[in-house]
């Protein structure tokens, strides 16, 4: 599991496909997230929840229509601002290789 805590968190993951997402856990101490594919313009998603005292499974889709034979580099990174901020990355879903 992929897990970060502090604002400015990141990694990055390449594959070759038409589409990747994610499975978080979500809870009320998640935060926002920025994310990019192939260095393009950066996109904004809240991860959290309202609900208290648990942490559900969400999977969200990134990006799709990618060329499907081309090598991409998915980068993914916590947000400043504010608590909360932590995501909880539990697999990458990549349609391709």
Request: hydrophobic share 30%; proline share 4%.
């Given at each position: 599991?992929?897990?970060?805590?502090?604002?400015?968190?990141?990694?990055?993951?390449?594959?070759?496909?038409?589409?990747?997402?994610?499975?978080?856990?979500?809870?009320?101490?998640?935060?926002?997230?920025?994310?990019?594919?192939?260095?393009?313009?950066?996109?904004t998603?809240?991860?959290?929840?309202?609900?208290?005292?648990?942490?559900?499974?969400?999977?969200?889709?990134l990006?799709?229509?990618?060329?499907?034979?081309?090598?991409?580099?998915?980068?993914?990174?916590?947000?400043?601002?504010?608590?909360?901020?932590?995501?909880?990355?539990?697999?990458l879903?990549?349609?391709?290789?």
């Open positions: 599991m992929l897990v970060g805590d502090q604002s400015g968190d990141s990694f990055s993951y390449t594959f070759t496909g038409s589409g990747v997402g994610r499975v978080v856990v979500a809870g009320r101490d998640a935060g926002e997230v920025s994310y990019r594919v192939d260095r393009g313009g950066w996109q998603l809240g991860v959290g929840t309202r609900h208290k005292g648990i942490h559900l499974p969400r999977l969200h889709v990006f799709d229509e990618l060329d499907p034979k081309k090598e991409h580099t998915l980068t993914v990174k916590l947000n400043d601002g504010p608590k909360p901020t932590a995501c909880r990355i539990v697999y879903a990549v349609n391709g290789e």
